[in-house]
């Protein structure tokens, strides 16, 4: 499997990669290790403006799925993982 960068991901473009950059990831590979919820928590934590859309581009970027598509399947499961973790939408 090949590791792209956060640009050639779907529903990742160049806003969004620069506030990746801002917490290490660069990458596919960096996103999966982190995953979306944990990218997400992280890009929080930095003062970057992330809102939940991004969430779930993020998931999408790993699923290779449009984000309305998680934002509609998988907003619970992600929410909840959110909340798990310590975190607020």
Do not use: C, F
Not at 56 to 73: I, K, P, Q, S
């Amino acid at each position: 499997m090949t590791n792209p960068p956060i640009t050639d991901l779907p529903g990742l473009g160049p806003k969004s990669a620069g506030m990746l950059a801002a917490i290490g990831v660069h990458s596919r590979a960096d996103l999966a290790a982190r995953g979306a919820v944990g990218a997400y928590l992280a890009l929080r934590q930095a003062g970057q403006p992330a809102s939940l859309n991004l969430l779930w581009a993020l998931e999408g970027a790993l699923t290779n799925r449009d984000w309305r598509e998680v934002a509609r399947d998988d907003r619970l499961r992600l929410l909840l993982e959110l909340e798990a973790r310590g975190g607020r939408g």
